[in-house]
């Protein structure tokens, strides 16, 4: 495979545009979308504990998605300021991956976006300090520490091929984890197997989004697993890491370790993950529409495995006849509504934009998009690297 050239007159997507020095750029470099992924991760935990104990404390779960989206973010503008080099290098970005562009293009200065990520962090560990536990506490500090010295000095994690553990490790291991033991949710199987699956299915899905970056990275040194693997060990690692993992959750709910409304919850996703790899081994990363595609659903299939297992968790609750507090079931139906409903639209305006692509014609406005991506179609020649 070429595992960067993108042929056949595909062009990147286009980004929009925020006025330089603008809130809106602010906005756009904090990356808001992928807030989702944390929202869902911690309504995941809190129902894996409510599952296990039946109880709810709503205080609690404010303080854990209050920390969870402060300690995103400041990775999001860490990330951007130290990236910046291998964002610039970057030839074939996506909408997922490659950074938001904002420092790139000069909307912002990078000392915005270091600053941001301190003040952030200085929330999180004020945040940190009201948490009830030395155990919840330091699980929380060592979260943040893996956070900001994914891309940090002087560990930089995702420098020297660690960044895809470690990421799976912060946002679906440690978080689903932190938001169950706030809610004094004990270790219950169901926890310890559900957090280990989509920590695992992370792993995987940072995989592909380093496998976009990959030119970029190699130009500045960055020495990501992605690039270690190289283009054909990494799409036989993910086909295979898929494969196992949805065989690991037939097989547990055949000997009856995983609820069966959980179980097929999750293999309700398996068809996202058949998509991407069969987009991944029929070239898909050769081509920059197909490529963002790629990056969209390799993102989903996390946030939609989280919905519905919390789902099912809930459902599992009330056939056993002791259904969840009235309160977290609200708040989790209110959860999922909201992410199924910037799902729809997203995947909507792929489809628009594609079918505009694919007519000739340039779309009205310029948007940025998933599941069938908007491209620049104005003179914008793709450039080929060599196949490795």
């Not at 969870?68 to 990330?79: D, I, P, R």
């Not at 030119?215 to 060990?233: F, H, I, S, Y």
């Not at 079918?355 to 991506?373: D, I, K, S």
Request: glycine fraction near 8%.
């Amino acid at each position: 495979m070429n595992d960067a050239g993108r042929r056949g007159g595909a062009a990147p997507p286009v980004h929009a545009s925020p006025a330089p020095g603008s809130f809106a750029a602010l906005v756009k470099l904090a990356r808001v979308k992928f807030l989702f992924q944390s929202m869902m991760v911690t309504g995941f935990g809190v129902t894996l504990a409510v599952h296990a104990t039946g109880t709810f404390s709503l205080p609690w779960y404010l303080l854990t998605l209050a920390f969870a989206w402060s300690t995103h973010l400041m990775t999001h503008f860490c990330n951007e300021y130290f990236d910046l080099e291998a964002d610039r290098a970057n030839p074939r970005p996506t909408t997922w991956t490659g950074g938001s562009r904002v420092l790139v293009d000069g909307l912002l200065s990078p000392a915005t976006s270091i600053g941001a990520a301190f003040v952030l962090l200085f929330t999180s560990l004020g945040l940190i300090a009201l948490m009830p536990t030395p155990a919840t506490r330091l699980l929380a500090a060592a979260l943040t520490a893996l956070a900001w010295f994914y891309t940090a000095p002087p560990l930089r994690l995702n420098y020297h091929a660690l960044g895809e553990l470690s990421c799976a490790a912060v946002l679906y291991g440690m978080g689903p984890l932190l938001a169950a033991a706030l809610q004094s949710g004990p270790p219950s199987p169901a926890l310890l197997w559900c957090t280990g699956f989509v920590a695992a299915l992370q792993v995987l899905r940072c995989l592909v989004m380093n496998l976009a970056d990959i030119e970029g990275d190699a130009l500045v040194g960055k020495a990501t697993l992605a690039g270690t693997l190289g283009p054909r060990r990494l799409m036989r690692l993910y086909a295979a890491g898929q494969l196992a993992l949805y065989t690991g959750v037939a097989a547990l709910a055949t000997a009856g370790l995983l609820p069966p409304l959980v179980a097929g919850a999750q293999l309700l996703v398996a068809p996202v993950a058949a998509h991407v790899v069969r987009s991944l081994l029929t070239g898909a990363m050769d081509d920059a529409r197909r490529s963002d595609d790629v990056t969209f659903w390799a993102s989903m299939q996390l946030p939609l495995t989280t919905c519905l297992t919390m789902l099912a968790l809930l459902a599992d609750l009330a056939l056993r006849g002791r259904p969840a507090p009235a309160l977290w079931t609200a708040l989790a139906a209110g959860t999922t509504a909201l992410f199924a409903l910037w799902l729809y639209r997203a995947v909507t305006a792929g489809r628009r934009t594609a079918r505009r692509a694919r007519a000739g014609q340039r779309p009205a406005a310029p948007e940025t998009t998933a599941g069938g991506t908007a491209t620049a179609e104005a003179g914008l020649a793709p450039t080929e690297r060599e196949a490795r």
